[in-house]
């Protein structure tokens, strides 16, 4: 089975990139189920069920979120609206958040995927709690226990150090755990110790002539002065799709990171 995953989709530029490439990224690298980071996909904060649709359609599987989860309100009613979707917020966020902080698919060849999402708690201003806890407490079992032939973990955080420990601590645990949130690929893709594929972050999909994303001019204005009245909106250039692909067969897990379109191209489908 081979596995893609996806960073942070930022803005218009970000999800036109995944209309335009998924498709072709897919068919390259023969990927069997998609999982792609959507909290920042609808003008930088947070995500609209329409948006979600498109990327269904477009071909992803599983949309995960982050601290941005409900910066568009209408998400929850949709949600709620929708109950069999495919969205997939951090499993820590407080109790009675709503949504699912996992899912186990049933995938048509007859294996069983579970997708699940933490947040770190370093320098973070959500009420969490630790992700420690809730993977043991809410997600093991369900590896153990439901037949789970592959296992995804994605921490959404900003410390390095966070994102290795949960990895390390889990290795062995899940076909793979992947970083995401700081919108920079790490140069780290591995396969740890006992076997789970690693990368510290993902990076994002986006325009990298930006800061994070972001358009330059505002960013630096907001970091020169301390003045936060100027709004960030995401850079409009063409967007990089950074990711990973997993590759899993017999008990054996491969990661590759790649960097597809815009700046930071590597020219993987040629």
């Not at 590896?143 to 995804?152: K, P």
């Amino acid at each position: 089975m081979n596995f893609l995953l996806i960073g942070d989709v930022v803005g218009r530029s970000g999800r036109n990139a995944i209309q335009k490439y998924l498709p072709e990224i897919q068919k390259k690298f023969q990927i069997d189920f998609t999982i792609l980071n959507g909290e920042n996909s609808a003008a930088g904060y947070g995500i609209t069920g329409k948006i979600y649709e498109d990327f269904i359609n477009w071909g992803a599987d599983a949309i995960t979120l982050g601290n941005h989860a409900w910066k568009k309100d209408e998400i929850i009613p949709y949600m709620e609206n929708n109950p069999d979707h495919n969205i997939i917020r951090p499993l820590n966020f407080s109790e009675g958040s709503p949504g699912q902080g996992y899912k186990i698919f049933n995938h048509p060849k007859g294996f069983k995927i579970l997708v699940c999402q933490v947040h770190g708690q370093t320098f973070i201003d959500l009420p969490l709690t630790n992700p420690f806890e809730s993977i043991d407490t809410k997600i093991l079992s369900l590896i153990n226990d439901h037949g789970i032939d592959y296992s995804f973990l994605e921490v959404h955080a900003e410390v390095t150090s966070e994102k290795n420990g949960i990895a390390q601590g889990y290795d062995g645990k899940f076909t793979a755990i992947y970083g995401t949130h700081v919108h920079i690929p790490t140069m780290d893709a591995r396969v740890l110790d006992k076997g789970t594929c690693f990368q510290t972050d993902i990076g994002m999909t986006g325009d990298y002539n930006s800061v994070i994303g972001m358009k330059k001019e505002n960013a630096i204005k907001r970091m020169r002065s301390g003045d936060h009245s100027h709004r960030l909106e995401p850079a409009d250039g063409e967007a990089t799709i950074s990711g990973a692909v997993i590759k899993s067969e017999g008990g054996i897990n491969s990661i590759q990171s790649i960097q597809i379109g815009g700046v930071l191209d590597r020219n993987l489908l040629s």
